[in-house]
């Protein structure tokens, strides 16, 4: 098979002259391989009508085995001159012939110092795309964690609030009174813990003598 891309052909055609010729190699072979196999069982029910024939199935399928790959082995020789010709005079595009739709570009053809410059432009167009996506993208993990430390934000003033309530509802309105109040009282209970463990191994000391 011909490995010229023929991507002008494709273009009008709307298929690769190389896939065409693929088809119709296939189509052929699935022909070759079906006519081998009908021929096949024609010679095995004509040697039914013979039951004294000394020649069995088994020598019938080698012999059409190999008479096929004789046919394909020709068939290939033939299709690849075939192809050859079909490509280059039917399925092929002369280079001086213009498609309808690039009449454009024969009106008003770009020079190749324009050509790179447009690829350039492409290319810087492209890579600013680029660093405008990940700047998004930057910009929208920090919103997020904005949106988390917000949340604790929110969780600490309501915290101080209740805060607050606790300490109207003792009568000290001023926070650093407030705060000391918590504080005294949190040493209390911290003293209450003490005591309280000091006592559970005093009687489990006691518990362990009896």
């Avoid at 795309?129 to 309501?158: H, M, N, P």
């Avoid at 101080?160 to 040493?187: M, P, Q, V, Y």
């Amino acid at each position: 098979m011909s490995v010229n891309p023929m991507d002008y052909e494709a273009q009008f055609f709307g298929f690769t002259p190389q896939t065409c010729m693929l088809r119709v190699y296939i189509a052929f072979q699935d022909y070759l391989f079906e006519t081998m196999l009908v021929v096949e069982s024609v010679i095995l029910k004509k040697l039914d009508g013979f039951p004294n024939c000394q020649i069995s199935p088994l020598q019938i399928r080698k012999s059409t085995e190999k008479f096929l790959l004789f046919m394909k082995e020709h068939f290939d020789k033939l299709f690849s001159k075939m192809e050859e010709v079909l490509l280059q005079l039917v399925l092929n595009i002369p280079k001086n012939v213009l498609l309808p739709e690039d009449k454009a570009h024969e009106q008003d053809p770009y020079s190749k110092e324009q050509l790179q410059a447009l690829q350039d432009e492409i290319q810087q167009l492209q890579q600013q795309y680029r660093a405008e996506a990940s700047a998004g993208q930057a910009l929208r993990a920090e919103l997020e964690e904005q949106k988390v430390v917000g949340a604790e934000l929110e969780k600490i003033l309501q915290w101080f609030d209740g805060l607050e309530n606790i300490c109207r509802e003792h009568g000290t309105s001023n926070f650093k009174e407030s705060f000391a109040f918590l504080t005294e009282n949190s040493k209390k209970l911290q003293d209450v813990l003490k005591d309280v463990e000091e006592k559970s191994k005093k009687i489990k000391k006691h518990e362990q003598l009896l």
